[in-house]
């Protein structure tokens, strides 16, 4: 800590100050956990507002008389919209101010979900829906950056997972609770809610959180100083001239591709093959959403514990989550359904996301701290063209041709991308620490 002495006198008052703020290290500790709990808190209501819609769909058909393709559209708009715009909105927060940014991405989903609780018809409902997506494009990326730069890097796997965890969920909630609301109160104080939600929370968050407290705790863990290069901003290129984050984008997205497929085909796979109703089909699926989640969490954990030594082990423990989950799944989903077959494929869903948390973590490693949000732009990116949109729709084609059952043996394969990814890049990880190390100017210049 650098002392500043300004009249005579004053080196008592300099000397103490140090030392009464070493006795009383709390607030400081605390602070990283407080971003992290906000940044969680609109995660949650981030994807509450996005799958509060599955929850009325009923009430909307009814209501309006849609047909099935425009319902489906109603969700689609808004994953078109995150796919679209989640690179740039990361870069341009990395430029304008990232508090500032999360910010207005909340409350902008957050009037807009407002709007689709006043909609008077389909057409306004759809542009409400679009808004949604515009504001929550890049706020996982974001978020994700501002909450790893205030953590010290041998924690980054179990925030990253827990953090990510977060839209299994957010989405759990979404449905649930907006359900209840729904039959109670209407389907637009659905709506409503989530709305109020979201502005509560990002009005707490603007109070709370602000860039020189971020900037303070991030000096403390020294993932935004250091050797890195004060105030010097690495270029955009650098996302992609690192073969070995370029890795960790592939693998990601390949890994959560059967993700993807459980949390949006779980309901019709018991309905079909378990013959239960769609409430009770939906009601079950949820468990095995919250198994992803919490595998998210839990193999972030284990990860960070066992690399603490060697950031490279991040790699062979995501590599060992995917193939935990090919196997259980694949085995699970050739079974008949049956005690057996639930087991396995409960397991195969634990370990589904599990490696979300490493390559993150290693995302974080091999990019520059000035550019992280756009980093993560980029992983949310190849997240959802290689998982989250990729996965769904290559299961319905494959359904329609060979039935549900067959499709989802077939989707655990998926894996084996994203197994030679990972392991490629482990084997590029020193080089692309070297050439994260070449991109920062050296110290005084």
């Known amino acids: 800590m650098k002392l500043h002495t300004t009249v005579a006198g004053a080196a008592d008052h300099t000397v103490a100050a ?11 500790r605390r602070y990283p956990w407080v971003v992290f709990l906000l940044a969680f808190g609109l995660l949650l209501a981030d994807y509450m507002s996005r799958q509060v819609l599955s929850a009325v769909f009923p009430f909307l ?63 306004q409902m759809l542009a409400a829906r679009f808004l949604v997506g515009v504001g929550e494009a890049a706020y996982g990326s974001v978020g994700i950056a501002v909450v790893l730069g205030v953590f ?24 649930g609770l907006g359900g209840v609301i729904a039959v109670q109160f209407g389907w637009r104080w659905s709506f409503a809610a989530m709305a109020i939600i979201g502005l509560l929370l990002a009005a707490l968050f603007s109070v709370v959180v602000s ?39 592939v693998g990601s997205g390949f890994q959560i591709f059967t993700a993807a497929v459980l949390l949006s085909w779980m309901p019709s796979f018991f309905n079909r093959n378990y013959d239960l109703a769609p409430d009770r089909a939906g009601a079950v699926a949820s468990v095995f ?48 359904a049956g005690p057996a077959q639930l087991l396995l494929i409960g397991i195969g869903a634990f370990f589904s996301g599990g490696s979300s948390g490493p390559t993150a973590a290693m995302v974080a490693n091999l990019t520059h701290p000035s550019v992280r949000a756009s980093a993560f732009g980029t992983l949310t990116l190849a997240n959802s063209l290689l998982g989250l949109a990729l996965g769904p729709f290559v299961v319905g084609v494959l359904a329609d041709q060979l039935g ?42």
């Open 289 to 336: 959403v919250l198994l992803v989640g919490s595998g998210m969490v839990c193999c972030g954990m284990i990860t960070d514990r066992v690399s603490r030594v060697d950031m490279s082990r991040k790699w062979s423990a995501a590599i060992v989550f995917c193939a935990i989950s090919l196997v259980c799944l694949g085995t699970g989903f050739s079974l008949a």
């Open 61 to 123: 058909k009814t209501e309006w008389a849609l047909s099935d393709s425009k319902l489906a559209a109603l969700t689609s708009v808004v994953a078109l919209m995150v796919g679209i715009l989640t690179l740039p909105l990361s870069v341009l927060a990395d430029r304008w101010g990232r508090v500032r940014s999360l910010v207005l991405m909340a409350v902008l989903w957050s009037a807009a979900t407002l709007l689709c609780a006043v909609a008077a018809n389909y057409e």
């Open 211 to 249: 860039e020189v407290k971020l900037a303070r705790n991030a000096a403390d863990q020294q993932s935004d100083a250091g050797p890195h290069g004060a105030g010097f901003r690495a270029p955009v290129s650098t996302l992609f001239t690192n073969p070995s984050v370029v890795c960790a984008y």
């Open 404 to 445: 549900l059952s067959a499709a989802l043996r077939l989707t655990p394969l998926a894996y084996l991308l994203a197994i030679v990814a990972l392991l490629l890049g482990k084997r590029l990880y020193p080089a692309g620490l070297r050439t994260l190390a070449a991109v920062a100017p050296a110290p005084g210049r």
């Open 18 to 28: 140090p030392v009464e703020a070493d006795r009383n290290p709390g607030p400081r």
């Open 152 to 175: 010290a890097p041998r924690m980054h796997a179990a925030l990253s997972g827990a953090f990510m965890a977060g839209g299994s969920f957010g989405s759990v909630l979404g449905v």
